[in-house]
């Protein structure tokens, strides 16, 4: 992998250099990760002229942790606890070092440490890196896809072990602890982010945080969680009914966003423009006369973070390319009543490659649990 981060630093360095940066400082932890292989809780990564290094205010741990492993081709610089900010450290090394002009994440830099960076490099001028890595970070190697492709594979063990389980009478928070517990013991770092489970009048609520509500008989019962596998994240959301026979209205309205969800899964193709894959599921439910209610957003890109670009919305520019690992995940909340959220992680793929690549495969069935 050390070839890996070598190449990605050194694409970054044409790009800076191109607008007349002699070096670049990467604050934002993700971004830290993808070019450095590691990123421990306050490093920042100095692309310069001669050798990368990679400040840290402590000895990052030794091995794969859930920080990552830092590229031991980068130099180590692990600095006095006195000497606080590494993004201050870092201008000041490449102040030092003679560069007049260093490209910085104004998106990520704080005003405070802004200043704090002209005031220890006064002559040195800061340009904005903008979004340089996250777009850079939007394809993924095969490497990525694989470690996505086990996130994936924990994220399904977990959901199907608690399928197995009584539900009826636990409330939501247990259950989300639970399968948070569960995507460790199956190898994950952690959950890729909090997991929602919301029961009855809650279910199909995009990111509802779980309450003492108890799961009941005839409930909707929707679940999203993910792991976190050596950094990278994905995505789960399922709705079952609980304890009988589905509804006629439950029946209905799962059916609807299946079809949606199918739609916007349908759509994922190199070349397909963000905004069309989001219409695909949207004008579904919106015939249907749920327009008005629905999220801002039909997916978006997974990867370092849970919420990456690109962005599957209205109004988003921009055209999907193979290998981008995205989410689909149209929904409905019916208030009072509950709702229903479908929700995949696919990785584009071109059609002679088999079409998309659906990593989360729980069923899809509406089950009666």
């Known amino acids: 992998m050390s070839e890996v981060y070598g190449i990605r630093r050194a694409r970054l360095r044409d790009r800076f250099a191109a607008t007349g940066s002699a070096a670049a400082l990467i604050s934002r932890p993700a971004n830290v990760r993808y070019l450095a292989g590691g990123a421990p809780p306050g490093a920042v990564l100095l692309l310069g002229q001669g050798e990368d290094v990679l400040l840290c205010p402590r000895v990052p741990f030794g091995g794969d942790t859930a920080d990552g492993r830092p590229d031991e081709y980068l130099r180590l610089a692990v600095l006095p606890t006195s000497a606080g900010d590494a993004a201050v450290a ?19 830099l704080t005003v405070a440490r802004h200043r704090a960076i002209g005031s220890v490099a006064p002559r040195l001028r800061l340009a904005d890196l903008g979004l340089t890595v996250e777009q850079q970070r939007i394809v993924k190697d095969e490497d990525e896809i694989a470690c996505l492709r086990i996130a994936a594979e924990i994220t399904d063990q977990a959901l199907g ?7 009826v009478g636990r409330t939501e928070r247990h259950l989300a602890l639970e399968l948070e517990r569960r995507l460790v013991d199956h190898g994950a770092d952690g959950p890729a982010f909090a997991t929602s489970v919301a029961t009855g009048p809650n279910a199909g609520r995009a990111g509802h945080r779980p309450g003492d509500r108890r799961v009941e ?5 929707s679940v999203c969680l993910g792991a976190n596998y050596r ?15 589905p509804a006629d209205w439950q029946i209905e309205l799962y059916d609807l966003v299946f079809a949606a969800q199918r739609a916007g899964r349908e759509a994922l193709v190199p070349g397909a423009a963000y905004r069309d894959v989001d219409h695909a599921a949207r004008q579904i439910l919106d015939a249907a006369g749920h327009g008005e209610d ?9 990867g370092l973070e849970i919420d990456e670009d690109p962005q599957l919305a209205p109004a988003a520019m921009g055209k999907l390319d193979a290998c981008v690992p995205v989410t689909v995940e149209p929904g409905v909340h019916l208030p009072g009543r509950g709702g229903v959220r479908i929700d995949d992680t696919l990785v584009v793929r071109q059609e002679a490659d088999g079409g998309p690549e659906l990593l989360t495969i729980t069923t899809k069935e509406l089950l009666a649990l």
Not at 161 to 167: G, K, V
Not at 294 to 302: D, E, K, Q, Y
Request: charge should be negative; hydrophobic fraction near 40%.
């Open 161 to 167: 072990e608690l399928l197995e389980s009584i539900l």
């Open 217 to 221: 008989e005839g409930d909707f019962l």
């Open 294 to 302: 629905l999220a801002p957003r039909t997916g978006h890109g997974v």
């Open 90 to 108: 870092a201008a000041e090394m490449a102040r030092t070092d003679g560069v007049e002009s260093l490209a910085v994440e104004e998106h990520h």
């Open 231 to 245: 950094g990278y994240r994905c995505e789960i959301g399922r709705t079952f009914v609980i304890g009988t026979s």
